[in-house]
Every structure is written in C-alpha cells, then in structure tokens.
C-alpha cells in the first residue's frame, strides 16, 4: 500500500497509476527473461519430472507472460486510461503476481525432488533469480512480492531439509540471507520509486496551479488595462463635448443660445460624474471596502426612488416601468440595494431596444426575489457567460461606459449578502434578479415602531 503518512490523498490515483506503468515498462524485459528460464527449465525436465504435474506448471507459469505482453501492446498502441487501469489490468496484474506466487512455490516440490544433486541446484539457481526478478521490476503491490520471496525460499529451505542435497546447510543460510537482502532491496527499491512519482505528481500538480495562477494574474493585468484605456476613452467624450458646449456659451450672441449650451454643458458634466462615479464604485466593490448597513428596506419605497430617478431616461428611451410586489419587504442596505436596481434598470434602458420595464419582487420560501424584466431583445447566448464579467460590454445599446454595470451588480448583490443572475426562462427580453434575505415579523415590527 501507498504510504499513507507521505502522500496526499488527491495524489494517490496518479501516483499508482504512475507505478504501474513504471512496472509495466521494466517488466517487459524481466518477462522476456522469465519466459526464456521457464522455457529452458521445462526442457531440461522434460522425462524427469512428473508429465502432468510439469505441463501445469508450465501452463501456470506461461500466463503471467501473457498477461504482460497484452498490456504492453495494449499500452504501446493505444494507451490505458486510468479508470481502464483501474477497472481491468489492477485485478489481472493482481492474477498474474498470484500465478507467479503459485508457480514459483509449486516449482520447488514438482521439480527439486525429481532430480539429482545437480538439477537441485539449477532449481535453486532458477528460484533465486526468479524472485530476484519479480522484486527488481515490482513497483508496486510490495505485498504480494514479500510474500512471493517468503514464499518460494520458505519452500526452498524445506524441501532442501525434506531431500537432503550437499552442502544443504550452507544453501539453507545462503537462502536466508539471500531472501533478507532481497526484501531489503525491494523495500528500498519501491520507496525510492514511490518517492520519485510522488515528487514528480507534486510537481505536476504545483505546475497545473502555477499555470492557473498565471492566467488569473495575466487576465487582471488585461483587466486593469482595458480599464485605463476604456476610461481615458470614455471619459474624453463627455469632457470634449462638455468644453464644446461651453465655448458655443460663451460665444452665444442670445440667451436661448446660452441655455441651450448650459444644457449640454449640464449633461457633460453629469455623464462624466457618472462614469466617474462607476469606476469609483467598481474599485471599491473590487477592493472589499464597501460595507452592508442592512437593516429592514420597503421595497415600496424603494421602487419608488427608482422610478423617480429613471423616469427621464425612460421617457427618452420611449419605454415605461411598472412595478408589483410593492407590499414586501427586505433585509438590505437601502443604498447598495437602490445602486444594485439603478445599474439593472439603466442596463434595460440603454440595451434592452424594448417598450417595457418591469420591477417586481416576490416572496419565496426563505427570502425575497427583486426582478428587473424588460421584453427588448434579450441577451444573446453568446453573451450570457460573460455578461457579470469586469469590462465586457454588451452588443447593443450605445458604446460609451465601462462594462461594470452588471459586474457591479454581482458584487454589491455578494455584498448584501445575496445572489443575482439572469433568468433563462425568459425568451423575450432578459429577466435578471437579486434573491435576498427577507424580514421576519418581528424585525418588521421594531422597524415600523422606530419609523412611527
């Protein structure tokens, strides 16, 4: 098992995936040679050892081989998946190490005891290097090859007791000590290995989140300059027209010549304001320094101010507004929250191209939902995954602004400690809304006598 102490469980699939093909690679070599030793052993006891019991142990020992070859050419043609590796060659390569296990214990008592002193050795000789081999290419399932090595020199030693052979003592400590070194250097071995692919899955993984990081640091840096050159862009325009209108008032020869400059020189001024007034908000939203001082909000009143203050440009949009749920109320900071409507209604007017506007607010199960519909022409899909995202402006509508309308709208909704998004169920014009805490009839009852 994988050292639970060492390595981080989101490590763990990589890493034994990552042994397994390890393994994979540098048993195709010791498989070549096994296949090779089993070859010559059943030649060398063809009519020595017994018939059947020798073709089933050849049958036994020829699987293991097989098993490998097919992941090999499986691997080199078109690779394993890890949930291919999991599902399929884990439990073979399990099946292959228990038929080695099997084989190379059973290859002892089938093959030792129908020999002379010499074939005895080459038996021992062969076990010796067969264990040798399934611990150097084993890097993973250090188990099973622990007990493959006890395994098969256990039944070494015994049956070199059980079938006495010269110098058997001083083969029976040479196996014991050969197995000792063995299991010394297979442990080593597979933590050396281990080590190596954990590092190397941390490294991975620590190059995966360098990459993310990058990007999110590239994105605020083209962030932050598409903010600079949009607002030295977009705050020329009103300035320019602003200076224009005042030169037109000071050259005016008559007085409805200079209001009308006043006029325009009044609207430069406050589309700059705006802008300005955007941008400051953004920062601040962007910087955590607005705080929520929520308390109970009508949104009677609320919808009031809002429709107060948009009546003008929805005039001049040649648009309406009209408003239900008036009755409710919320928990809110009323000035975040009316900046919040604000930034939606004058998205609707200057994009939705609609007749309409529609302010709503409903009570749901655990809060209350404030909505903003227009019937214009709705919101491409292309747009909708971009639409709450810093200086992405929508297609229609007039080019100047930031794009930080309905980004400004996401944070100050996070802010009120709600949530905002576009309502897909809409097909014609766009339906966004704000979901947020509602009053219990207590708090309603201590804010209306604090009003009264």
């Not at 020829?62 to 992941?71: C, F, K, N, R």
């Not at 590092?199 to 990081?213: F, N, P, V």
């Not at 308390?295 to 203050?309: P, T």
């Amino acid at each position: 098992m994988l050292r639970q102490q060492r390595i981080e469980p989101p490590l763990r699939p990589s890493i034994t995936s990552g042994l397994w093909r390890v393994e994979l690679k540098t048993a195709v070599i010791g498989l070549t040679v096994y296949t090779v030793a089993v070859a010559v052993m059943g030649w060398i006891f063809t009519g020595v050892a017994p018939a059947i019991w020798l073709t089933i142990w050849l049958t036994v020992m020829a699987l293991p081989p097989v098993i490998g070859a097919t992941a090999a050419a499986r691997t080199a043609l078109h690779g394993i998946s890890e949930a291919e590796l999991a599902r399929i060659w884990f439990p073979l390569s399990f099946v292959a190490r228990l038929l080695m296990i099997v084989g190379g214990t059973a290859s002892v008592w089938i093959l030792m005891p129908s020999g002379d002193a010499s074939m005895r050795m080459i038996v021992i000789v062969f076990d010796i290097g067969f264990v040798a081999m399934i611990a150097l290419v084993s890097a993973e399932r250090s188990s099973s090859v622990i007990a493959t090595i006890l395994a098969v020199f256990a039944s070494a030693i015994l049956c070199l007791i059980a079938y006495p052979t010269p110098y058997r003592w001083a083969l029976i400590a040479m196996l014991a000590l050969f197995a000792g070194a063995l299991l010394l250097a297979q442990t080593t071995f597979r933590r050396a290995t281990v080590d190596a692919m954990a590092a190397r899955a941390e490294a991975d993984q620590a190059r995966s989140a360098l990459q993310a990081a990058l990007k999110v640091v590239v994105a605020e840096r083209d962030a932050r300059t598409r903010f600079i050159r949009s607002a030295a862009h977009d705050l020329q325009q009103p300035l320019q027209a602003t200076a224009l209108f005042f030169d037109q008032m000071l050259q005016a020869g008559d007085t409805d010549s200079r209001e009308r400059s006043a006029a325009g020189v009044q609207r430069g001024l406050r589309s700059t304001r705006s802008l300005v007034e955007h941008m400051l908000v953004h920062l601040k939203l962007e910087a955590n320094m607005v705080e929520a001082r929520v308390g109970v909000v009508s949104v009677a009143s609320l919808f009031d101010a809002v429709q107060r203050d948009h009546k003008p440009g929805i005039q001049a949009a040649g648009m309406r507004m009209v408003a239900v749920g008036r009755h409710l109320h919320v928990m809110a900071d009323p000035h975040l929250l009316r900046r919040l409507l604000d930034n939606l209604v004058s998205n609707a007017v200057q994009h939705s191209q609609g007749e309409r506007i529609l302010l709503g607010a409903r009570k749901m199960a655990d809060g209350v939902i404030l909505w903003v519909i227009d019937d214009g022409r709705g919101i491409p899909e292309s747009e909708r995954d971009l639409m709450f995202t810093d200086f992405v402006r929508g297609t229609g509508g007039p080019s100047s602004g930031f794009g930080l309308g309905l980004p400004s709208v996401r944070r100050l909704a996070e802010v009120l400690g709600g949530t905002t998004g576009l309502d897909p169920r809409w097909n014609s014009g766009a339906g966004f809304y704000v979901e947020l805490p509602t009053v219990s009839p207590r708090e309603l009852d201590r804010a209306m006598e604090a009003a009264g």
